[in-house]
């Protein structure tokens, strides 16, 4: 959520800002209009109730006195009924305007690059070399089906498609991957939680997916229910401190979490509709921190170089960018993407997004801190993935395949496959 009182004293760089993300100015003025209106009923509002408070002395005196009220009694009836009116009012602009602003994105950070397409984001640094195969590379999907370590047609089979089975060997990858990633967080200082997987529409809200997934449709929720599946392990780990003011001297907090992912994929028809890049239902572990707001850049570098490390350690090249004003996520003030390559494809692929939403969600979710003049805050939330964990051994399967269809175990899972150095075909 935006800062309504920035909007009103700065409107101009508002619209400025959000143009950049495709948001018409015609919005912030429909907003403005609605506030103004907003506080003019509440000045009637209160005028009306201080004059009714009058009244009602008047009328306290009159009966002391054992003196007719009946004028001052149907007076302050009458005022009563304006009063009920103007609230009924002040109710519906109040819900027009929360459902404005709830609608409107962060602002983009200086330094993003400005786009109202996805074209034009920027290349921060490359890291790892592309190393030739020497011979021509198979698909992820190819390599697990061929290995019997994924199995993509029986997932079809019992759930639909854009799921997967992982067999044996699969599984046991699967595992290994995101045990290494959770190991490697508590290292670097963030404490592992284990999260619902349902979360109710004040979650959602809180961290900026409601009310947009209900419009696009890119959820999954429970019927006859205030719970939506989880699309990120985000939502609940943003949301533990909702409605809290967190001791100063606890800042930052560094979280982490793995936790499956659900993800409707509305609109995406025709995107890598084989494999495992985008799935129904996916693990992911990830990373979330909280910090006062002169900290949050310099988190947002951590977080984004953290990210880097594993991939790093499991050998694995990539890039990282930053994404242009409209392409990044409806909360975030900045986002880095690392994209990891993929030789089958010989492309980076996205397996991290790392954002600070500055306090955005801290906004929504009314999580503040006390600073050191005893005032209240908002603090600024930052999240990424650390990693997105079918997507990475979808990127290990593919960069250590080896030409007779066998894939190498990166070194540093070897102790979480219990010794295994080569995934060769299930019997």
């Not at 079809?156 to 044996?168: D, L, T």
């Not at 409605?243 to 993800?263: G, H, M, N, Q, Y």
Request: net charge negative.
């Amino acid at each position: 959520m935006l800062d309504m009182k920035l909007i009103r004293q700065q409107p101009d760089f508002v619209k400025e800002k959000l143009a950049t993300r495709g948001v018409p100015a015609e919005a912030i003025d429909e907003l403005l209009a609605l506030d103004q209106k907003r506080r003019e009923l509440i000045v009637a509002s209160e005028t009306l109730k201080a004059k009714r408070n009058e009244v009602s002395d008047q009328i306290s005196t009159l009966k002391r006195n054992k003196e007719d009220a009946s004028e001052a009694i149907t007076a302050m009836r009458e005022v009563g009924a304006e009063i009920k009116d103007l609230d009924a009012q002040l109710a519906e602009i109040d819900d027009q305007e929360q459902s404005k602003a709830a609608h409107l994105p962060n602002l983009p950070a200086d330094g993003v690059p400005v786009s109202l397409t996805e074209e034009g984001a920027e290349e921060i640094k490359k890291v790892g070399e592309i190393k030739p195969l020497g011979f021509t590379p198979k698909p992820h999907y190819e390599i697990g089906e061929d290995l019997g370590i994924l199995d993509f047609e029986r997932a079809a089979k019992v759930s639909g498609s854009r799921f997967v089975y992982y067999v044996g060997a699969g599984a046991l990858l699967e595992r290994a991957v995101y045990n290494f990633f959770l190991d490697e967080n508590a290292k670097a200082g963030y404490t592992e939680m284990i999260t619902p997987y349902m979360v109710n529409a004040d979650s959602m809200y809180g961290t900026g997916q409601f009310p947009k997934f209900l419009e696009n449709n890119a959820g999954y929720e429970i019927e006859d229910s205030d719970l939506t599946m989880i699309p990120t392990a985000e939502v609940p780990l943003v949301n533990y401190y909702r409605d809290e003011v967190i001791p100063e001297e606890k800042l930052p907090i560094s979280v982490t979490a793995l936790s499956p992912a659900f993800r409707s994929e509305a609109g995406s028809a025709g995107k890598d509709t084989r494999g495992l890049i985008r799935l129904h239902q996916f693990n992911k572990v990830e990373m979330v921190k909280f910090t006062k707001p002169d900290e949050s850049w310099d988190a947002l570098q951590q977080l984004t170089d953290h990210a880097g490390e594993l991939l790093e350690k499991l050998g694995l090249a990539y890039h990282v960018i930053t994404l242009t004003t409209s392409d990044m996520s409806f909360t975030a003030a900045m986002t880095h993407d690392l994209e990891v390559w993929f030789p089958a494809q010989e492309r980076y692929r996205e397996i991290s997004s790392c954002s600070n939403t500055t306090d955005f969600q801290a906004r929504r979710a009314h999580i503040q801190y006390r600073d050191e003049n005893g005032k209240l805050q908002f603090i600024h939330t930052l999240n990424g993935s650390g990693l997105a964990v079918g997507r990475a051994v979808a990127a290990i399967l593919e960069n250590y395949q080896n030409e007779d269809g066998t894939v190498t175990i990166p070194e540093v899972l070897r102790p979480y496959m219990h010794g295994m150095t080569k995934i060769e075909k299930q019997v």
